[in-house]
């Protein structure tokens, strides 16, 4: 199957041992997206690096700029005003919707239901106009900077923002009246590819892929990073451990993040949006930019972030897991080591055990359940 299935959700191929209908064996074969992201980064400063970070995982660009501007803030101790974390919360918030919209309506044309697809691009489409509004993009936004955001909110964005909330409530409403309890829908989802609690744990699963199986660990309550902690908001999780239980932890998430946004935009605080001080980097006092053999580059490059020369590991609950940065720097502008932790490289692991013993229309139903985006499966 694959890689141009047209339910593959990108470039992902199988190799599938059937025997009639039953999966004897099955093994992924990946890398056919792959852009070598992680060597782009040792070549790269954070500021010049920034741009490339919303191609890993493109429907949740939010989370792959704040896992980078994330990591520089913690090695340097760089303070972020508080009005920019709430921003960021927000932005972050509406992005988990957008891309769980984006994983509901490919699922269910998966499992043969049709309108779904449709509609979630509604919503999804509100969201974007937000995003375009606040960053200037609608999917690649570059908007996140070392120590705050690149702009401010502008005027009567927090009203649309309410607005949307609102509006959305009612359309979450209206897929769980269309598809929760639909007979065909639950005769292909309940039971079908069912991780218990300590299998999640031993393969390294995260996200709602661990929260179905019944173990309640979210990164932005056990992490406490940005501000979600002055908000009042639940882990949604469920016991079972089948596609249905990962669809409804789903769909319980995207209420929680409007929970979130709203809270964040009746209490977000004035102040500024950026560190000022944070642009004025500890930066290398000789660079070889001021050697002789350049004296004839009439510009000279701007000051950068400078690595110490420590190791670090950032992560953040990103929406289909932990996305997480393992650097190492080496007293330059660029990181020595840029390892990227990619959620749905690591959910994908379990996929070959899951479809084993099962029928062949239900390898659909549970790639579609583990929700993986090939951008930063392969990076």
Request: proline letters at 4%.
């Amino acid at each position: 199957m694959g890689p141009h299935h047209p339910l593959m959700h990108g470039v992902l191929r199988l190799i599938i041992t059937p025997d009639g209908e039953d999966v004897i064996d099955c093994e992924p074969i990946l890398g056919y997206l792959h852009r070598g992201m992680e060597k782009i980064a040792e070549n790269r400063t954070i500021i010049q690096y920034l741009p490339y970070v919303t191609r890993w995982d493109y429907l949740a660009t939010m989370f792959t700029e704040e896992i980078t501007v994330n990591g520089p803030e913690q090695l340097g101790n760089i303070q972020v005003p508080k009005r920019a974390r709430y921003i960021r919360v927000i932005m972050l918030e509406l992005s988990r919707i957008a891309s769980h919209l984006l994983w509901l309506g490919p699922f269910m044309a998966d499992i043969g239901a049709q309108t779904p697809f449709f509609y979630i691009f509604r919503e999804r489409e509100l969201i974007y106009d937000l995003f375009e509004a606040a960053t200037g993009m609608r999917m690649m936004h570059n908007y996140f900077g070392i120590g705050g955001v690149a702009a401010d909110l502008p005027h009567g964005w927090i009203d649309k923002c309410l607005d949307f909330c609102d509006y959305f409530l009612t359309g979450v409403a209206e897929y769980q009246k269309l598809i929760t309890r639909n007979l065909i829908f639950l005769e292909r989802v309940e039971g079908v590819g069912v991780v218990g609690g300590e299998e999640a744990i031993n393969w390294g699963l995260s996200g709602p892929m661990l929260r179905a199986s019944g173990i309640q660990w979210d990164l932005r309550k056990v992490d406490h990073y940005e501000c979600y902690d002055e908000f009042d908001w639940e882990v949604q999780w469920k016991k079972e451990g089948d596609s249905l239980a990962r669809y409804l932890v789903r769909i319980g998430e995207m209420t929680e993040s409007i929970k979130i946004i709203q809270q964040a935009l009746e209490g977000i605080p004035g102040g500024p949006y950026e560190n000022l001080e944070a642009r004025r980097f500890d930066k290398a006092g000789d660079s070889d930019w001021n050697d002789f053999d350049y004296r004839f580059i009439s510009k000279k490059t701007s000051s950068t972030f400078e690595f110490s020369k420590q190791e670090l590991y950032v992560r953040v609950e990103a929406p289909k897991g932990e996305l997480g940065i393992f650097l190492i720097g080496d007293h330059s502008a660029f990181p020595w080591r840029w390892k990227i932790r990619p959620s749905g490289f690591i959910n994908l692991q379990i996929l070959p055990q899951l479809v084993k013993r099962m029928k062949l229309a239900d390898i659909m139903t549970i790639l579609g359940s583990i929700d993986i985006i090939m951008g930063e499966v392969d990076r």
